[in-house]
């Protein structure tokens, strides 16, 4: 038997149900280490703009549900601006920006609640539409995938630099919400198969 000279790499493992303890953990049932789950909040009193809900399922390439699957989203506020160091100037106060929730563990829904986004420069100048980025996590996912989701019917869209440079435009609709209501939205994320959601190398 050869004796190695050299480390031996690490096995691989996924974001595996895990997730949800350190992530979300009151989410899980684990009581006492944050208030509350952080990300859970989007906004607070004040905020301004369009208080919108989004709901959604993250769907494998069998069409089953993943029932331990998280996202984390990300949004400018109502006026475009994003949280933080936005040289176009400071951002609604009253919102972060920034979520995380997590699919039910029994049929995998996960639901947000948020502000509907204003448009945002591209950086060539050029106006993006109205959007919310995605980043999932799963287990059996071993990189994060990151998507966005676009309203319908907005007229941005048909010019959007993102969605504009999708080569199979036939695709683009998986990115489109579905509004079931005023000022609700439905958003699947399929990882495979026909209805393939398009993901973005960011």
Known sequence: MQKLTQ????????AGPYVHIGCVPNF????????NDLGATMFRDGVKGERIKVTGTIFDGLGAPLKDAMVEVWQADANGIYPGNDP???ADPNFNG???VAGDGTT???NLETIKPGPVPFPDGRMMAPHISFWVVARGINIALQTRMFFPNDPMNERDPWLTRIEHQNRVPTLIATQTQPGTYQFDIHLQGPA???FFDV
């Not at 899980?28 to 208030?35: F, K, Q, S, W």
Request: hydrophobic share 30%; net charge neutral; charged share 15%.
């Open 7 to 14: 480390l031996q790499e690490s096995p691989s493992q996924t």
């Open 28 to 35: 899980a049932g684990i009581t006492g280490v944050y208030p």
């Open 88 to 90: 176009r100037g400071p």
């Open 98 to 100: 920034w979520g995380r």
């Open 108 to 110: 995998g829904v996960w």
């Open 196 to 198: 393939e959601t398009v």
